[in-house]
């Protein structure tokens, strides 16, 4: 299993540290994940016999929830708010399943082209779906947005050899189109000296051209052309972080 998770900027004019959030929701993500199965329960590797192991299969969206809850009970963590990508690759079965709430999200690449991307959630334009721990002086307030991790919209895919899966935050589809995320995938695979570091330098590459994306003012960006689609003027790209996790698929032999 891997994930995105992005804070909520908006929570600094609070006095909260949104960066809080996302690491303690990936932190209780990665505490439930590597206790359970991606799929069906399976026989343990260093077993001798076939006995089935007694595990438990744990969705996407299941991952999401339990984390939401874990957060919710974290006393370090007083507010905040998150969008969330969890995936899930079977590595018996090659199927890949995906839960996305909010605006990051997951591209596969087969054959170099893009093959599936994930559509954002959002209210509105720029303010994604989130899931959110509400300070108690705020929890009267209704016009909070809250989301459920059941509005986790999810997704499932046979995944095949040669495939490319990218999960991102905002900060790369914000600045970086899908055409050019092939560009520099193909061009980082080709020119990967090391076959086990092509997904880091896949990974690498993806964040470095959209750091270089978001400060061109006489670029034409994603953010641009979505905020243009709602009459708001904006030039250029859009400054934000940028987190990019990337798996190349290999089929074992």
Known sequence: SFGVADGVGAWVQSGIDPSLFSQALCYHAHRYTKNAWAGEPETEPGDFYDEPVEGWELTPQECIELSHGGVLRERVVEAGSSTICILNLNT????????????????????????YTQPPQTH????????????????????????????????????????????????????????????????????????????????????EYARTCMFKKDRVSPFEKSASREGIFYRGGKVDDVTVVVAVVEECQ
Request: with cysteine; aromatic share 8%; hydrophobic share 40%.
């Open 124 to 207: 509105f334009f720029n303010c994604p779906f989130q899931l959110a721990k509400l300070p108690s002086r705020l929890r009267r307030y209704s016009g909070a947005y809250v989301d459920s991790p059941k509005q986790a919209a999810t997704y499932t895919s046979q995944l095949r050899g040669g495939d490319v899966v990218i999960a991102y935050t905002d900060g790369l589809a914000d600045n970086v189109f899908p055409s050019e995320i092939s560009t520099v995938v193909s061009l980082a695979m080709r020119q990967s000296t090391q076959e086990e570091q092509q997904a880091q330098d896949i990974a690498d590459r993806l964040v």
């Open 92 to 115: 018996r079965t090659g199927v890949l399943r995906a839960a996305n709430l909010g605006d990051s999200g997951f591209s596969i690449l087969r054959s170099l082209n893009i093959a």
